[in-house]
């Protein structure tokens, strides 16, 4: 057992210290970047089964629960931080390949991000974990501006947002203080019947909002298709596989443990589905291929917004599922987009025709992603999309069911004219030489099919992940039985 | 074991990949070995039909069983998709030679086959379904890397359509699933009969979905001809002569096994039918109409034959839906015969198309010379599908018409006389102007396919007459079937059938026909040698001709007819369908342009509204 | 064996009785007609010197197809003979259906078709196109009241349609349905391709359409096809409507009234477009079959 702090600490390590590998070797911050996250999975891995047993909680400095901050690695915890980990650990891999201008710079934000993200997910503090959005944030501010000056625009704007989200979360931290006297989450939980209706309504509000940035959920989404059309490949991966998961992660653990009642959830029902066909239809007129993309993972995150906010237990274990097979997928897309863009010199769909005979690795990566979403059996997508139409029916939810189901054929008419545009078209422009990303997509591949034909491989963390947030008393239990 | 049946295609599929990147051939090949060994390994099959098999999978939280079971109806299927396949197979050997997405074809051909069998085997909701999808997926890649453009297009409707179905269908699958806690078909028809009626229809008229779609039955047919005409060519034939029919089996699947005529037995019936069944005949009857009218007015042969499908699938889902044993045994007569005859016609297109590269009918003339054989494989196919006597295609329609006529449905009647009168228009318009007629000067020198093109078609021929003779071979799967699925069987010898009201006697046809045919030759034979002299040298009314081209009547060939049915071609459903899905992407730019225009300012106050209308909202509530 | 040579010798028997009695029939509609527009008209035997003088004559062919399309087409109408009851011959028509024999025709129709098509002249093309399209009109009607038929008498084969309207002569359909005997008189003229409903042969226009490139024998078996399909149809309407007959004079006596009536119904009337054609067949025909059957079926 290794100890899990060090998920935080060494990625903060081996960030600040980039510019001194740096100056030792040219490669080195990128094979720093590799193994620290592969450092990570490694350190998750080992601590695996011991938190299937029981959450962990550390005490950081020693102190007890109320008073110190703590970390707690629940199942969901442990589950969010293999996404964001592996996400990362992927895209380093993919990062092998490519070159940026001030890498030393890149590597830090790009460790950066994955440090906060992980922080995110493993704190047990209101505003600890303030303190990893913004750490996450503004390293994600910075890496956007990483493509050249389209890209300022799109950091610019996710400030400005982000900044806003800031202050709502801010102001929600403050009134959630004032009223009960603490910040630890248990703490919070644990008095949070004893707080003014009208208050909780507020700061529970307040909270949606600061949140509901990261989650990318609808009306406070529209900075989004901007970044990922915008940023690097890298970056738009690691927002989308990792960021958004640690933003649902956060917004789950806020409406099932801090404030667990049915209006809110109801909220964020109606948010989500609202996000999820605005997304689509969007994302179905979009002739930018990023573009595209961005908008079909907003609509991801508000699908899988509604399904967790369905809250039955089956509902969060189809949208956590959801959320990995999202994770998996969507990195896949935009790295095998990238690859495509950079081949055809060109973000346009058009300009993609052809690309399937001279481009086979990202080709055959972007059809098997799009495959994945769209649901085909025998991959991943099938059995979430089975999980959440169950789920769904279960909860006696028709609209949305219907609702999820015409987007689902939405998604299919804006993916499959990609696919068809790769292989069934003529060539029309030049290929230009772009980088080898043989291993990712093979490994991401493998997980797809893995996920598809074999889900029972997760079905044990899903299955704990969804009762620790369905049962915020045993969270409470755990943290504070001490006491 | 069943499981084999499904997944040795499925797995031969990625070596055939494999093999055909190092050689054009080694795909077809693995094809044809892989369905001649379904063939065999299914006729050994034969008459167990107490082979079942399942597993069980708790599947992330749920307990779901996948059963397979082999019954005639099912065992009917795959027989027809292996012994199709082989056909093709064979076929394809030589004609994708220059085919760029012949490792593609293989692959995909070889997973639908898997995967039909997987459907007809399957005795639950989720493995029909998953197998359902491999094969749509699968087929969308085929219509695909079909004619440039216009296949992209057909693939997509295609594929969008089944989608949408197929979701609807998992959909009160799942429903039926949560109240059962069982997917299998037998558990939800005792479901389906104890449930309410009235939601147990909506259930199983969603469920049948998929199926309309497949079948291509009016109003979500507006897939088929674009998808048929465009298809590799190839892949037609299956496309057309079986895929069309895994939708009426799902159909059969709905109506017998999830007892859909036995919930609406006790509704509103007209002429002793209840009337959604009528109206499943109604659909069928407007199907042939449509069908018949668009097939008429096509210059591509492809789509033509394509709109014949249509037409045809009316007559099989008015047979199904009428439920009487005549309908339901004459249906299945003309499914299989369908098949045989219009794999046959779509062999023979793609064997023009092989030499010419064209389908356009007036771009080609006068082929029956150069390719006498493809010809004649054509004109018995034609001669089936009319439903002209001594053929195959006449029995199946004949024992439709009794069926209608022993109940008195005009209108449905009318539709079918409709459907096979216009045929005999529709099948001679390839005939007259790709094979007869004049030959254009830059098909001078074309040759007949070569022999392993030639087997294909030489056997259908075959089979063509065989089952005209012997219609008794396919009634003794028939009456099978309507033994398993508790219909009256209908009494038959080997080439007799005994409708409502008159028999059909087959081999006494045949030799009054073969009679008459020998009295026609004696006569000829006895008359003056005739002396031979070129297609040029004709009639002409004192003009003179100078090239073959301007000589051939080709184009619109129907043009007074179409004349008639000019306004209705042009209301046509695709072009509804067209415009909702142009107001949807409307809707949705319109959507992006008053959200998301890129002003920062609204992005911020969005966030400010958000929080004052959730709050007003949680204030009031 | 001495049962196959009588079978064999009925055969040929009744396809020589129906050839030459057509084509007496043929003379006679000419003789008529040519009364009707006030010239002398050729004599009634015109048509047998025809078919000898034809068969005696050095012929052109364009092929195989031109001689099988021949051949089928002759072959297709003598075979369809033997399913019909002419007077107190029954043939095989107890065993075959009436949708048999409409459907038997249509191998003739092919065969001719296929052969003058191969001959490579468009006119045929244009004749042959018109005469498909005119079928389509004239064959809807006629199918509706088979249909209507069947369903009353509960038989399909025309032997048992003929039996049913034994006894009186008031049982006759003519009689009992005379609405559907109009219908189907007026879709035999059509079926018979002879005016109003003639513009597939047009001799003026596209030179007779489907036989212009027809010489020689094998004009003279289209005569010879073109005479039994006269008797075949017309037989069918004497059965169907005028209750068949004891013995074939009286079949032959009938036959010739009907055949008298459509040719000069026909010659009364002005050409038709095809359009048209199919248009009126729809409306009226049709529309009151549909109407007659409605009141059989309920």
Do not use: C
Request: hydrophobic fraction near 55%; charge should be positive.
């Amino acid at each position: 057992m290794v100890n899990l702090t060090l998920i935080i600490a060494i990625p903060l390590l081996m960030s600040f210290t980039m510019p001194i590998f740096k100056m030792l070797n040219q490669k080195l911050p990128k094979v720093i970047a590799l193994l620290t996250t592969a450092f990570n999975l490694l350190v998750l891995t080992a601590n695996f089964s011991q938190i299937m047993d029981s959450a962990i909680i550390i005490e950081l400095g020693g102190w007890q629960a109320p008073l110190a901050i703590n970390l707690y690695v629940g199942p969901l915890a442990l589950l969010a931080a293999f996404l964001i980990n592996g996400s990362a650990f992927i895209l380093s891999i993919y990062n092998l390949t490519q070159d940026y201008k001030f890498d030393d710079k890149f590597y830090l934000l790009f460790l950066m991000i994955t440090a906060g993200a992980s922080g995110m997910v493993m704190t047990g503090d209101l505003f600890n974990l303030f303190v990893f959005i913004e750490i996450t944030s503004i390293a994600a501010y910075s890496l956007t501006a990483f493509a050249g000056r389209d890209s300022y625009e799109a950091s610019f704007k996710y400030l400005v947002i982000g900044g806003i989200g800031s202050v709502f979360m801010l102001l929600g931290i403050g009134f959630t203080y004032s009223a009960v006297g603490s910040l630890n989450l248990a703490e919070i939980a644990a008095s949070a019947g004893l707080i003014n209706p009208l208050l909780l309504q507020i700061t529970a509000l307040l909270f949606l909002i600061g949140v509901g940035i990261e989650a990318e959920l609808f009306p406070l989404n529209f900075w989004v298709p901007d970044l990922y059309t915008e940023a690097p490949t890298a970056v738009s991966g690691i927002m989308s596989g990792a960021v958004s998961a640690a933003g649902i992660y956060a917004l789950a653990r806020i409406f099932f443990t801090l404030f667990p009642a049915q209006s809110f959830l109801n909220y964020l029902l109606y948010l989500g589905a609202i996000t999820l066909i605005l997304g689509e239809l969007i994302a179905y007129q979009q002739k930018n291929i990023k573009r595209m993309l961005a908008y079909s993972s907003l609509a991801q995150m508000g699908l899988i917004v509604a399904v967790i906010s369905l809250g039955t237990e089956g509902a969060v274990r189809a949208g956590l599922f959801q959320l990995v097979n999202h994770s998996i997928l969507k990195i896949l897309l935009f790295i095998s987009a990238g690859v495509l863009i950079s081949a055809a010199g060109s973000k346009n769909i058009d300009d993609l025709a052809g690309l399937g005979s001279k481009k086979k690795t990202a080709a055959f990566g972007f059809t098997i992603a799009a495959m994945g979403i769209l649901g085909v059996p025998f991959l991943n997508g099938f059995i979430s999309k089975f999980m959440i139409i169950s789920s769904s029916l279960n909860a006696d939810q028709f609209l949305l069911t219907v609702l999820i189901l015409l987007a689902a054929v939405i998604e299919i008419a804006y993916y499959l004219k990609v696919v068809q545009k790769l292989y069934f078209e003529d060539l029309k422009i030049e290929v230009k030489k772009t980088a080898v990303i043989t291993i990712p997509v093979v490994l991401l591949t493998l997980m797809i099919f893995g996920l598809g034909i074999y889900p029972q491989l997760i079905a044990d963390p899903l299955e704990k992940a969804a009762a620790e947030l369905i049962n915020n008393g045993s969270y409470i239990m755990t943290v504070l039985g001490g006491m | 074991m069943l499981t084999n049946y499904i997944f040795i295609p499925i797995a031969a599929a990625f070596i055939a990949y494999i093999l055909n990147k190092r050689n054009r051939k080694a795909g077809a090949v693995i094809t044809a070995l892989v369905s001649a060994y379904l063939l065999l390994s299914l006729t050994a099959l034969y008459g167990r039909w107490d082979i079942t098999q399942s597993f069980n999978l708790s599947l992330m939280g749920y307990k779901i069983d996948f059963l397979l079971a082999v019954n005639p109806l099912s065992w009917l299927f795959a027989v027809m998709t292996a012994a199709i396949s082989i056909l093709i197979a064979l076929f394809s050997i030589n004609s994708q030679e220059n085919f760029k997405f012949s490792s593609v074809f293989n692959l995909n051909f070889l997973i639908i086959i898997g995967s039909m069998i997987g459907i007809v085997f399957a005795r639950d909701f989720l493995t029909l379904f998953i197998f359902w999808e491999l094969m749509t997926w699968t087929s969308f890649y085929l219509i695909s890397a079909g004619k440039k453009k216009m296949a992209g297009r057909a693939a997509y409707r295609y594929i969008i359509l089944s989608a949408g179905a197929a979701y609807a269908f998992l959909m009160a699958a799942i429903f039926i699933f949560q109240q059962t806690g069982s997917f299998a078909f037998d558990s939800a028809a005792e479901f389906l009969v104890a449930n309410s009626p009235a939601q147990s229809i909506m259930l199983l008229l969603v469920i049948s979905l998929p199926f309309i779609v497949k079948a291509g039955i009016f109003p979500l047919h507006i897939w088929v001809k674009d998808a048929h005409g465009n298809a590799p060519k190839e892949f037609s034939p299956f496309l057309s002569g079986m895929m069309l029919k895994i939708g009426i089996y799902g159909m059969i699947v709905v109506f017998y096994q999830l007892s859909f005529f036995k919930i609406i037995e006790n509704t509103i019936a007209y002429r002793g039918l209840p009337l959604l069944s009528y109206l499943f005949a109604l659909l069928g009857a407007v199907t042939i109409i449509t069908g018949t009218i668009l097939a008429i007015r096509q210059e591509d042969m492809k789509k033509l034959v394509a709109y014949s499908s249509i037409s045809q699938m009316g007559y099989i889902i008015i047979g199904i839906a009428i439920a009487t044993p005549l309908g339901f045994s004459g249906s299945m007569l003309h499914l299989m015969n369908h098949l045989i005859f219009k794999s046959t016609i779509f062999l023979a297109l793609a064997a023009v198309i092989y030499r010419t590269g064209t389908t356009k009918m007036y771009e080609m003339g006068g082929l029956i010379f150069r390719m006498p054989l493809t010809f004649a494989a054509y004109l018995t196919a034609i001669i089936a599908l009319a439903g002209i006597p001594p053929t195959n295609g006449f029995i199946s329609k004949w024992v439709i018409y009794q069926a209608l006529i022993e109940k008195g449905y005009l209108f449905l009647a009318i539709a079918a006389f409709f459907g096979s009168i216009a045929s005999f228009m529709y099948v001679f318009k390839p005939l007259s102007t790709v094979f007869l007629g004049q030959l254009k000067p830059q098909h001078q020198n074309i040759k007949e396919v070569p022999l392993l093109m030639k087997i294909p078609m030489l056997i259908l021929i075959l089979v063509i007459v065989l089952f005209g003779v012997f219609p008794g071979i396919q009634m003794n799967i028939i009456n099978q079937i309507s033994g398993y699925l508790g219909i009256e069987t209908v009494n038959y010898t080997l080439y007799s059938i005994q409708g409502a009201n008159g028999a059909w006697n087959s081999l006494l046809i045949f030799n009054i026909f073969s009679a008459g045919f020998i009295i026609a030759l004696l006569l000829f034979s006895f008359a003056k040698k005739s002396k031979l002299v070129g297609l040029l040298d004709t009639y002409s009314s004192g003009e003179y001709i100078t090239d073959a081209e301007s000589y051939h009547y080709a184009y619109q060939y129907y043009r007074p007819f179409d004349r008639l049915f000019d306004n209705l071609a042009a209301k046509s459903l695709t072009d509804f369908y067209e415009t909702l899905t142009k107001n949807l992407v409307r809707s949705g730019e319109g959507l992006r342009r008053a959200l998301a225009a890129g002003k920062l300012q609204n992005y911020a106050l969005y966030s400010v509204l958000l929080f004052v209308i959730l709050a007003a909202v949680g204030w009031i509530i | 064996m001495i049962d196959i040579i009588y079978r064999i010798g009925h055969f040929v028997l009744i396809t020589v009785f129906s050839m030459a009695l057509g084509l007496l029939f043929m003379g006679i509609a000419r003789k008529i007609v040519a009364r009707i527009q006030k010239r002398y008209g050729p004599p009634v035997y015109q048509p047998y010197l025809d078919v000898l003088k034809l068969f005696g004559k050095d012929a052109i062919t364009h092929g195989f197809i031109f001689d099988f399309g021949a051949i089928m087409a002759l072959g297709g109408v003598i075979a369809t003979l033997f399913f019909i009851p002419l007077g107190s011959w029954q043939l095989y028509s107890m065993e075959g259906t009436v949708i048999l024999v409409i459907y038997l025709l249509a191998i003739a129709s092919l065969g001719m078709a296929m052969g003058t098509v191969g001959s490579g002249n468009p006119q045929a093309s244009v004749g042959i196109s018109r005469a498909l399209m005119q079928m389509l009109g004239y064959e809807l009607p006629y199918l509706v009241i088979l249909f209507a038929l069947i369903y009353r008498y509960q038989t399909s084969s025309v032997w048992g349609l003929m039996q049913a309207q034994a006894g009186s002569f008031l049982n006759w359909n003519l009689f009992a349905y005379p609405l559907m005997a109009a219908v189907a008189f007026v879709v035999l003229i059509g079926m018979m391709g002879k005016k109003p409903f003639d513009s597939m042969i047009a001799p003026s226009e596209i030179g007779s359409g489907p036989v212009v490139e027809s010489g020689g024998k094998y004009l003279g078996m289209l005569l010879l096809q073109k005479s039994i399909t006269i008797i075949i149809e017309l037989a069918l309407y004497v059965n169907l409507f005028l209750g068949g007959a004891e013995n074939i004079l009286i079949f032959t006596f009938k036959m010739l009234i009907v055949w008298v009536l459509a040719t000069m119904f026909g010659s009364l009337f002005p050409r038709f477009r095809i359009e048209d054609g199919i248009k009126f067949f729809w409306k009226w025909p049709l529309g009151i079959a549909i109407l007659q059957a409605i009141y059989i079926i309920t």
